[in-house]
């Protein structure tokens, strides 16, 4: 699908990352949004759209500063990892 047909191209990627941090919040919570395909769609796009600003999307820093979220080391990134029991 290329970038003009995209199911998320007709809206405005502030409120696209505004959703995207809200339910990225939540996922602890809500674990079956990991698998929605509404969330990888959503993430996907984003990724593509920050890409294309240059932005390295597997540095978690620069994915945070970009989507406008709290810039969070890695060190304490993993500190406050809490453990997925999907059993």
């Given at each position: 699908m290329s970038e003009g047909q995209h199911r998320f191209a007709s809206f405005d990627a502030p409120d696209l990352k505004l959703i995207y941090r809200t339910l990225h919040a939540s996922l602890m919570e809500n674990v079956e949004l990991m698998d929605?395909?509404?969330?990888?769609?959503?993430?996907?796009?984003?990724?593509?759209?920050?890409?294309?600003?240059?932005?390295?999307?597997?540095?978690?820093?620069?994915?945070?500063?970009?989507?406008?979220?709290?810039?969070?080391?890695?060190?304490?990134r993993l500190e406050g990892r809490r453990n997925l029991s999907l059993v």
């Open positions: 929605s395909e509404f969330f990888t769609d959503l993430q996907g796009w984003l990724r593509t759209l920050a890409a294309g600003e240059g932005v390295d999307t597997s540095d978690h820093s620069q994915w945070d500063a970009w989507l406008g979220g709290k810039v969070v080391d890695c060190q304490t």
